[in-house]
């Protein structure tokens, strides 16, 4: 063999090798592709029979659950869920454009015709996640719905539920509302001038992002928490508090250890007015259950919402039950606001007033004292 042959033979091996790896290169390029565009498994959910199943169960003519399981189930009554979705239905009717969370509960055919959840299948989802803290795909088997729909389905009830009855259910007290509460608790607990009591609540965030763990987390819990907390607001009065709180003028505390007979009366009243606060909480974790359990949520903007929507819902469940201390009139109510006319000046000099006042400790003191008498006239009247 010649030279030549030799190396015309060793260029076609090297042309062949050379269409091997560029075989393979295109084998590997299309696996790559085919991996990229690969589609999740379509699983097909039967939407219409399973909203057929919910209105049987709870909503036909003769449900097959009573009263008793909706209201176990839904926290509410039939009438009152109904009241809410009925409020929904008739915003997406009257207001266009729509907002995002309107929007979302808009009935439409998806891309075969078949009809997308109603309303009322998607307040299901938030109210049951509200209820009983369970994660957004525990409803599939028997709502038929995804966990990325359920969890759009808490997110966008929680927006409309502010934006359509924050302004009555947790709205501030005017003039009327604060002398109903000053009158309510002097007849109740004999304190009088009370607004209430004050208290707070942890609520755990489990998700919370990693560089927010120490602006978020206490020495004595074991995670970053939330707080939840009822504060003085701006109008004269007083709220009955326990140790934690600093001795401030809106704020009466009660004795570590009584010392006379007067003290004793004054810390056995206190402590049970307190009580009020207390089982508020209590009754509004054991109604709501997604606060009592570690929290889910990324943002503290989602936080807030489903906080602010369940002591919303837990007012309207109140005033349904006929429990609400005051009634709202939309025409006769004004909701108290600072003199926007004042200059930037005057109204840094009046919220430094305002604090100074707040803080000032001759007037706790002065305040608990007057507090202590008033109780002690009182036993001796009725005794």
């Known amino acids: 063999m010649s030279d030549y042959e030799s190396d015309d033979s060793d260029v076609q091996d090297f042309k062949d090798l050379d269409m091997i790896f560029e075989l393979g290169r295109l084998e590997q390029q299309e696996q790559e592709e085919a991996e990229r565009v690969h589609h999740r498994n379509y699983i097909y959910r039967e939407r219409v029979e399973a909203e057929a199943r919910l209105m049987a169960d709870y909503f036909g003519p003769r449900p097959k659950y009573p009263d008793y399981y909706f209201r176990l189930r839904y926290r509410m009554s039939r009438k009152l869920f109904l009241d809410i979705v009925s409020g929904i239905e008739n915003y997406i009717e009257t207001h266009h454009p729509l907002s995002p969370h309107f929007d979302f509960f808009r009935?439409?055919?998806?891309?075969?015709?078949?009809?997308?959840?109603?309303?009322i299948m998607k307040c299901t989802s938030a109210i049951r996640q509200l209820a009983y803290g369970v994660t957004p795909d525990s409803l599939d088997e028997y709502l038929q719905m995804g966990s990325h729909c359920a969890r759009d389905c808490l997110d966008f009830f929680t927006k409309c539920v502010i934006e359509l009855f924050m302004p009555k259910y947790l709205r501030k007290p005017d003039f009327n509302d604060i002398q109903k509460l000053y009158t309510a608790h002097n007849n109740i607990h004999g304190f009088s001038g009370m607004l209430g009591s004050i208290d707070c609540m942890h609520w755990e965030?489990?998700?919370?992002?990693k560089a927010w763990h120490e602006q978020f987390g206490r020495g004595d819990k074991k995670y970053p928490t939330i707080l939840l907390e009822v504060v003085a607001s701006y109008e004269k009065g007083y709220y009955l508090a326990n140790d934690i709180y600093p001795q401030w003028a809106s704020f009466v505390k009660s004795f570590t250890v009584a010392s006379s007979e007067k003290n004793v009366l004054?810390?056995?009243k206190q402590e049970g007015a307190r009580k009020d606060i207390e089982r508020?909480?209590?009754?509004?974790?054991?109604?709501?259950?997604?606060?009592?359990?570690?929290?889910?949520?990324?943002?503290?903007n989602k936080l807030r919402r489903v906080m602010h929507t369940c002591i919303?819902?837990?007012?309207?469940?109140?005033e349904d039950q006929k429990y609400a201390l005051t009634e709202f009139d939309e025409e006769s109510y004004i909701c108290p606001q600072p003199n926007i006319l004042r200059t930037w000046v005057e109204r840094c000099d009046i919220r430094r007033k305002k604090d100074k006042e707040l803080r000032d400790k001759n007037t706790h003191a002065k305040l608990q004292r007057n507090i202590i008498e008033h109780l002690w006239q009182q036993h001796q009247q009725e005794h």
Not at 107 to 119: E, K, L, M, N, Q
Not at 205 to 209: E, G, I, K, L, V
């Open 107 to 119: 009935v439409r055919p998806d891309a075969t015709g078949i009809p997308g959840f109603s309303v």
């Open 205 to 209: 965030w489990r998700n919370s992002p």
């Open 266 to 268: 004054y810390k056995r």
């Open 280 to 300: 508020a909480f209590g009754v509004l974790q054991g109604r709501w259950r997604i606060i009592s359990q570690p929290a889910r949520a990324w943002t503290i």
């Open 312 to 318: 919303i819902l837990h007012n309207m469940i109140l």
